[in-house]
């Protein structure tokens, strides 16, 4: 599977973009998918990941509320709705696919796109 990731850019703060990541193959519908990302100088960490089926969803606590997670296997394309963004959401955003569970740790994904670099001016 490749994964390219986009949607990215300078925005805002307040505003609410859409990020996407399109997957190459025909498997797309078997994998769960996760973005992450990682600001300058922390850890990448987990936004949010949804089921191969797309029936089921998680996002970190702090960003529930803001940003939605969703995919379209018809498209294989997955999406991340951003709203309210703050300048704390700056950060390179990763896409990635798996097999395992929801909750995996980012080192259990197999496949990641290259990122797509969201900056919030204030």
């Known amino acids: 599977v490749q994964l390219q990731a986009s949607g990215g850019g300078l925005v805002q703060a307040g505003g609410s973009p859409r990020l996407s990541c399109a997957a190459s193959g025909r498997t797309f519908d078997t994998y769960i998918m996760g973005w992450f990302r990682q600001a300058p100088g922390k850890e990448r960490e987990l936004v949010a990941a949804?089921?191969?089926?797309?029936?089921?969803?998680i996002h970190v606590p702090p960003l529930k509320d803001r940003f939605t997670i969703s995919r379209d296997n018809r498209k294989n394309t997955m999406y991340l709705q951003m709203n309210s963004l703050k300048p704390e959401d700056t950060a390179v955003y990763y896409c990635?696919?798996?097999?395992?569970?929801?909750?995996?740790?980012?080192?259990?994904?197999?496949?990641w796109g290259q990122g797509t670099l969201v900056t919030v001016s204030s």
């Open positions: 949804i089921t191969s089926s797309g029936d089921s969803t």
């Open positions: 990635a696919a798996g097999r395992g569970n929801i909750a995996m740790p980012d080192r259990q994904y197999d496949y």
